[in-house]
Structures are given as structure tokens and as C-alpha cells.
């Protein structure tokens, strides 16, 4: 693996501002906005897989399309191999977005249901083609005006050769070529979507993504809606083409079963902010963050004792409009003390789990609480030890 991380992004920001009321603009009021991401820092190294995992309405669907520049973000950046992914524009950007691309949600939507088969998976290969001429063209008239600079008896600089353009027999050929390796047949490049089944479409999503053989494809929720035999096989077809061509993911999902399987390292995300970041081993079977712990524990298992449990976790989820200080879980966390309502924490390492950050002030005082402490039909969580004074130390970011 690469001592350079293949996306890096620090300190994220993506704001989404709301119209002002009447009543605002009359009494000069700011334009309030929605903190869908807020300061949030995560690499991505080149053949790894890491999933992205927390409730409906955290800010992982916006993480995605913000790397993959379907939205721009408000603050940050975001580095691709060492390159500001956010500086490009025209042609450099078109052709920069072969390197990321994208597996929907809902392959239904996603898909022209006016296309076929070899037209839906074509189409990016077509795409980058033109944009690969367009920036080809720009590269010989500027070698001609460095030619016509030359000092006298400089030879001339040769001029990159123009390929011809891809045909429709070409371009179908890559796409036959291409099917089998999502496990789809050769015989299907006349058919359209609706004649798929779910994984079929999902699948064809995929295939579509990896046309252009990209170096990151973001997998919003690629197996929702799937059955548990097609999901195995979708996540099986994933780390096979990883496997084969290095490519690295970045799995946004509700199934923890999935990150277990697939997964190298996992990201818990929590109101735009990260929570704790490590290992799979280390984040699923060891949580640390009370939040991390909570989502786990709402797992369902295959328990009769726990058939009738209900989450523990209560009080009222805070909003993302002009949010307050402090730790956005704390009105939720059954340990919060008030340093965590005033004091914002950051992605720090403790001694205890090395390689593992958390965002959490008590993190080594509840680093031992199990999950299923969490339940309500379970022992209440025994409480902290009170957190040492702000002033011995603030944590680090990590």
C-alpha cells in the first residue's frame, strides 16, 4: 500500500443555505444554512476500501458527491494524489473525472431507461474520448507555437500523434469485453435496463463506473436493495475487480455485514462530523465513541432473548441548521458531562487502541462499555469517572 494516500480531504465543509424569511431580511438577519459536512478529514489509500457508515440523514451521500465533485464544497479541500481536485476546470476537470466515479443508489434512476446495454456502459468511454482529443488538440497548437519560438537551428519538438476517433464497432467490442468481469453476459449489449433484474442493473451501474478504468468508485448504498443471495454475489464480483485492477472504494452503507466483509478500514459519521475512524476489527468488535456503540447495539440479531430490546439511546437529535458548540451527540450520549456540551472534540489516538481515532472526551473512560449495555432490557451503563479539567491537555486532532 502507498505511504501516500490516493484522496486525502481535510477539513471538508459543505453548507447548504436556506432562503431567508421575511421577517430575517427585515431585521437584517444572516442567511442560516444546513451543515450537511463540517471540518471533516478522512484519507483514502490507493487498492483500499473504506466504509462509511451512520444513520439516515449524516452526511454520507454528501461526503461522496463532494469527492467526486457533484457538489462543491463550502470550505477545505480535497487532494487527489497530491492534486487539488477543486482548482480544476474545462477539459482538465472532464478528464479528471475518469479517475472517480460513482455507483448510485437506485440503479433505476440512474440508468436511461432510453439506452441499451452497450450505449449506458459506452457512454463514459465515448465521453473521456472526446475530452482526451479535446486536451490532445490544445497540446499540439502548443507545441507549434513553442516550434515557431525555437531559436534558429533549435530542432523542432514533434507533434503528439492524433489517434482516430473510437467507433461504434470499438466502443462496443470494449463494452463486450468489459461485461463478464461484472458477471453479466456478452449477449446482452442490445438490451435495456427495465430487462434487468435489481443486481443485473446494479451490476450494470458497476460496469459502467469501472468503463473508464477509475482509480476510486464511491458505492452509495450498492446492495440496498438487493436480496442477501445477490448482495453476496455483488460484494464478492467488488473484491474480485479489486483484486484484479487496484481500485480503491468508498463503501457509503447501512449494512455493517457488508463493511465486515469488504471493508479495510471504517469511518463513523455522525451529524457532517466523523465519530472514530479505524480498523474494521478494531472499530466493529471494539467500538470506543458512544455513538459508534449505540449504532452497533441497534444491529438486530438473530436472538429471541433480544426479539422485544429497544434502543437505549433517547433524547433529540440536533439540528444541522447553525448547529451549537459541543459535541453533536451529547444530547443523545448517556455519559455526556459539560465539557462535552461547550467543548467541540476532535479525531484523536488514545494509548489504549493505537491506530483507532475517536472524537470523544471520555473516550478512555467509556472505551470499555460493551454495546449491548446500550439496550434497554440490559444493566444501565455504569457511569464515567469524571473527565480531567480542560486546562491539563486539550486533545489533538488526528
Given amino acids: 500500500m502507498s505511504l501516500s494516500p490516493l484522496v486525502e480531504i481535510v477539513d471538508l465543509e459543505k453548507q447548504f443555505p436556506l432562503a431567508r424569511t421575511a421577517s430575517e431580511f427585515l431585521h437584517g438577519r444572516p442567511r442560516r444554512a444546513i451543515h450537511a459536512v463540517d471540518k471533516l478529514s478522512l484519507s483514502v489509500q490507493a487498492g483500499e476500501t473504506v466504509g462509511l457508515i451512520g444513520e439516515s440523514g449524516s452526511g454520507k451521500t454528501t461526503l461522496g458527491w463532494l469527492v467526486a465533485r457533484l457538489h462543491e464544497p463550502t470550505g477545505g479541500k480535497i487532494l487527489f494524489e497530491g492534486q487539488d481536485a477543486h482548482a480544476l476546470a474545462g477539459a ?55 516550434n515557431a ?110 463493511v ?71 444530547p443523545r450520549c448517556p455519559f455526556a458531562i459539560d465539557r462535552c456540551r461547550v467543548e467541540d472534540p476532535h479525531l484523536r489516538e488514545i494509548p489504549a487502541a493505537p491506530g483507532q481515532l475517536v472524537a470523544c472526551h471520555l473516550a478512555e473512560q467509556v472505551r470499555e462499555v460493551v454495546p449491548t449495555s446500550l439496550l434497554e432490557n440490559a444493566p444501565a451503563p455504569s457511569a464515567p469517572a469524571p473527565a480531567p479539567p480542560t486546562g491539563s491537555g486539550a486533545p489533538g486532532r488526528g
Avoid at 434512476?109 to 490544445?138: F, H, M, N, Y
Avoid at 453476496?232 to 457488508?258: D, K, S
Fill in 260 to 330: 465486515r466483509y469488504v471493508a479495510d478500514r471504517v469511518a463513523v459519521m455522525y451529524l457532517g462530523q466523523l465519530v472514530e475512524v479505524g480498523t474494521v476489527r478494531g472499530v466493529l468488535e471494539k467500538p470506543i465513541h458512544p455513538y459508534t456503540k449505540a449504532l452497533l447495539a441497534a444491529v438486530p440479531v438473530a436472538d429471541a432473548r433480544r426479539r422485544r430490546t429497544r434502543f437505549r439511546i433517547g433524547g433529540d437529535v440536533p439540528s444541522l441548521i447553525d448547529p451549537p458548540p459541543g459535541c453533536r451527540f451529547a
Fill in 92 to 146: 482538465e476537470l472532464r478528464h479528471w473525472r475518469r479517475n472517480v466515479q460513482v455507483v448510485f443508489q437506485d440503479p433505476v434512476g440512474s440508468l436511461d431507461p432510453r439506452l441499451k446495454v452497450w450505449q449506458i456502459v459506452g457512454e463514459p468511454i465515448r465521453a473521456q474520448d472526446r475530452t482526451d482529443r479535446v486536451i490532445l488538440r490544445r497540446e499540439r497548437r502548443r507545441t507549434r507555437r513553442a
Fill in 149 to 258: 519560438r525555437r531559436a534558429a537551428g533549435a530542432p523542432p519538438a514533434s507533434l503528439p500523434p492524433m489517434p482516430p476517433r473510437l467507433t461504434r464497432r470499438e466502443v462496443r467490442s470494449r463494452v463486450r469485453a468489459l461485461l463478464p468481469s461484472v458477471g453479466l453476459p456478452q449477449d446482452c449489449l442490445d438490451q435495456y435496463a427495465h430487462e434487468f433484474s435489481g443486481g443485473g442493473r446494479q451490476r450494470l451501474a458497476l460496469a459502467r463506473a469501472l468503463s473508464v478504468n477509475p482509480k476510486l468508485v464511491i458505492l452509495d448504498e450498492p446492495t440496498s436493495a438487493l436480496d442477501v443471495a445477490v448482495q453476496a454475489q455483488i460484494l464478492n464480483r467488488m473484491v474480485e475487480l479489486q483484486r484484479t485492477t487496484g481500485v480503491a472504494y468508498l463503501l457509503i452503507t447501512h449494512n455493517v455485514a457488508a
